[in-house]
């Protein structure tokens, strides 16, 4: 939320620095993430007067001027402004300025061969609204010379974090209160002037949902002037909000929003027939919103109707048919009190997010119906002028305060701070709770989030420092303290230190997912999906680690990364039998790009492929301990996966350890990646642990006698993988071959056709005595024997 300290100064009278301001803000649990100071934007520009304005002598449209900076011998300004001309005073851009709006910075230049030397500016030039049609022009009582931002009154600007337990901070009068509280300078409550109205509401304002919506109050004002813009102070106070101005009508309700966290809606009563009523939405019903998007209702919505079908959404937008334009003469004002849950309800459903969907979910001041409604007519009738009619009312508020006894000691037991009784009461009662003699405390009722004592206690923490907390060390029991982190976690950290190691560059992804791409990867599981996603982008919980990964090596090319190697270590999520949450820890890598750069050494780029992503995956399947010189090497990657570049990597035909390969192009288009790009996904629970496993490591003994080496070349059938062969030949004689590996594969000249030769380097370690010649051809024997099982033939 954001808010200017001159707005803050309407609600609060205090002389504190932006600095103590912050301070306090982030003492008492506002964090602020950021300030703005517009000074610094508007630095370079100043309030100038015009001299002459002469026609400029190579461009019908433009005009030469002399300004008076109100520093040294007027300027030479070229303008193209329609209404530039002398005896107006405007803001000139001096050389060095940047333009707020578009970054450039001005300097002396010619234009047409003219000199200028600077820039008179327009509103949109400067940030300050949408016109642009022509230069600013400044009253007559603007001081040459004077700074902009001095003469603007630029403020600095607040960005502070509500929590969503605070609604009652979501404006900035709350703010006020809480930072009067602290200590920082005196609450000015706005006094609600009585509206003077003769008429009753022409318009029934009838509630058919009492449960959706509890209350419904409504009145017209006729005669308004919707064709004049709201007032300056209006506007400067809403841009620094982050609001754009759009008239008058409309800015006195999105001023009330953000002033005081109360939403309202204003229609054009031309466009209504019939009573206005809060009611339920019938299936199937559409409404056309203010973002121009249409949206299908159902009967657990509640919507304002009239006899022509609906024009808003309950508490979240209202219709683009009944809102105001410069054409409006009648209006009726809206301000209701909505079902906190039923707002949220509504909005997921729709996947509609606004600003008055944040305040009202979170619940707004039941007790500001009244005067909420007087302070927009006020707002209304000072800037458009008009009549007022008598409120009309539908339904009644929560109105029913919540009692809590409260037992100051409760502070020191669970705040861990002593903090006087008195202080404890003037806490509460400046934050407008009524504390009696017996510490029966009434809350007010925009106070939504207080629910017990604790409630109270922090309240009075907070407001006296959470700064004044101090830190204490837990109790530790005497002696060495027991390793703490269990197997998994070991063995996650062995992980991220040898994919480091490897080059790979940790990446931490969102858990959550857009469905679609959940669906995608969820490989027929079933699916968590949040009921209440922090955005509908992330609505799925992940089923895989690698669509995160995709994500971020695309922002990576985004940004002309020549590659990326990443990987992560997180959780898998799915949907068990009984319904319950099954978390899946895996690691996953996603190779794209290139490999190498190009160079003089190796000519054109080079990118990765299969066979780089069984090197990650079998080098960090070592690294959790995975017996690899068992894993067998499968197909049936997924769908995700190109069939012909892609396998699994198994422990039996059913245990399926880790997947790897490329990426298949389908897969690559439906997530906006170019290709080729490689990925592995390792499943951490499936692989086996270690067997009888202690604390000490067993010693080095290296082997006293040296190996032998012995190659065999086999003719083998062309389909056959040659990690079978390998195998097989491993398990010749587990004893004496310790190792064995292909170092050569062959298909061409003399060699059968649907046949390839592989060449195996099989290695021997003797025991306690060397091999004779005899125990090496009995153990070559069983490596040609065993070989031939697999369809191999020993080449001649």
């Known amino acids: 939320m954001k808010f200017s300290l001159e707005w803050l100064k309407y609600f609060l009278d205090t002389d504190a620095s932006v600095a103590d301001i912050a301070a306090a803000l982030n003492r008492i649990g506002h964090e602020v993430e950021g300030i703005e100071d517009p000074a610094d934007r508007l630095a370079g520009f100043r309030v100038a007067k015009v001299l002459t304005a002469d026609k400029h002598p190579d461009a019908d449209k433009l005009q030469v001027l002399t300004v008076d900076t109100g520093e040294g011998d007027p300027l030479q300004v070229v303008c193209g402004a329609p209404n530039a001309r002398a005896g107006m005073k405007g803001v000139l851009g001096l050389p060095g300025a940047v333009v707020p709006a578009n970054g450039m910075e001005l300097r002396k230049s010619a234009i047409r061969g003219v000199e200028s030397n600077g820039m008179m500016c327009s509103v949109r030039e400067l940030e300050l609204g949408e016109e642009h049609d022509g230069i600013i022009e400044l009253p007559e009582d603007a001081r040459i010379g004077q700074t902009f931002a001095e003469y603007h009154d630029a403020s600095p600007v607040f960005d502070v974090a509500i929590t969503p337990n605070r609604p009652d901070c979501m404006g900035v009068q709350g703010i006020a209160r809480d930072l009067a509280a602290a200590g920082l300078g005196t609450f000015k409550p706005v006094e609600v002037s009585e509206i003077e109205a003769r008429d009753p509401c022409p318009v029934e304002i009838r509630t058919d949902d009492a449960e959706g919506c509890p209350a419904f109050y409504g009145r017209v004002i006729r005669g308004v002037d919707n064709t004049k813009p709201s007032p300056e102070w209006m506007q400067r106070r809403l841009i620094a909000a982050g609001q754009r101005p759009i008239s008058a009508l409309v800015d006195a309700t999105n001023y009330l929003m953000l002033a005081f966290g109360r939403p309202a809606h204003v229609y054009d009563l031309a466009k209504l027939s019939g009573p206005v009523v809060a009611r339920r939405a019938r299936n199937g019903e559409t409404v056309e919103a203010l973002n121009e998007k249409t949206y299908t209702l159902d009967e657990t919505m509640t919507v304002i109707a009239d006899d022509n079908g609906v024009h808003d959404i309950a508490g979240i937008m209202g219709g683009e048919h009944s809102g105001a334009t410069e054409a409006t003469t009648d209006v009726l004002l809206e301000i209701a009190y909505f079902d906190p849950e039923r707002i949220g309800v509504t909005g997921r459903e729709l996947g509609l997010a606004s600003d008055a969907r944040t305040r009202f979910e979170r619940g707004v001041d039941p007790d500001f119906l009244d005067d909420g409604l007087a302070i927009l007519t006020s707002l209304i009738l000072k800037t458009c002028g008009g009549t007022p009619t008598e409120v009309a009312r539908a339904g009644e508020v929560p109105a029913e305060p919540k009692v809590i006894a409260f037992d100051p000691h409760l502070t020191s037991h669970l705040g861990g701070i002593d903090v006087a009784q008195d202080e404890q009461r003037a806490i509460l009662e400046a934050l ?365």
């Open 432 to 796: 407008d709770f009524q504390v009696g003699e017996d510490w029966q405390v009434t809350c007010p009722l925009r106070r939504h989030d207080i629910e017990g004592p604790a409630d109270l206690v922090e309240e009075v923490v907070r407001i006296h420092g959470l700064d004044h907390v101090e830190s204490v060390a837990l109790p530790r029991v005497e002696g060495v303290a027991r390793p703490t982190a269990s197997p998994l976690q070991k063995q996650e950290r062995k992980l991220r230190r040898a994919a480091a190691a490897r080059g790979l560059n940790e990446a931490v992804t969102w858990s959550f997912l857009p469905t679609s791409e959940a669906e995608y990867f969820a490989d027929g599981a079933q699916l968590w999906v949040l009921d209440n996603p922090i955005s509908e982008d992330m609505k799925a919980m992940r089923p895989s680690l690698i669509p995160g990964l995709l994500s971020a090596a695309k922002r990576n090319a985004d940004r002309s990364a020549d590659g990326s190697r990443l990987f992560e270590i997180g959780r898998r999520y799915f949907r068990g039998k009984d319904g319950a949450s099954d978390e899946k820890p895996t690691l996953g890598v996603v190779l794209a790009g290139n490999k190498a750069s190009r160079g003089w050494a190796n000519g054109k780029a080079q990118g990765f492929d299969a066979y780089d992503a069984k090197a990650e995956a079998v080098a960090l399947l070592e690294a959790a301990g995975a017996p690899v010189a068992n894993l067998m090497v499968m197909g049936e990657a997924g769908d995700q996966f190109h069939p012909g570049q892609s396998a699994t990597l198994r422990l039996g035909p059913k245990n399926v350890l880790a997947r790897f390969g490329a990426l298949h192009p389908k897969t690559l288009k439906a997530f906006d990646v170019a290709g080729p790009v490689m990925a592995v996904e390792i499943f951490l629970d499936s692989i086996p642990a270690k067997k009888g496993a202690g604390f000490a490591r067993a010693h080095y003994a290296p082997p006293a006698l040296q190996s032998v080496t012995r190659d065999f070349a086999f003719l083998v059938p062309a389909d056959l993988a040659a990690g079978d062969l390998v195998k097989a030949v491993r398990g010749a004689d587990k004893k004496a071959i310790v190792e064995a590996r292909v170092f050569d594969v062959f298909e061409g000249q003399g060699v059968p056709e649907g046949q390839k030769s592989v060449a195996v380097e099989v290695r021997l370690q003797p025991g306690e005595k060397s091999f004779t010649d005899a125990e090496i051809k009995a153990i070559s024997d069983k490596v040609v024997a065993s070989a031939a099982r697999q369809g191999a033939e020993l080449r001649g």
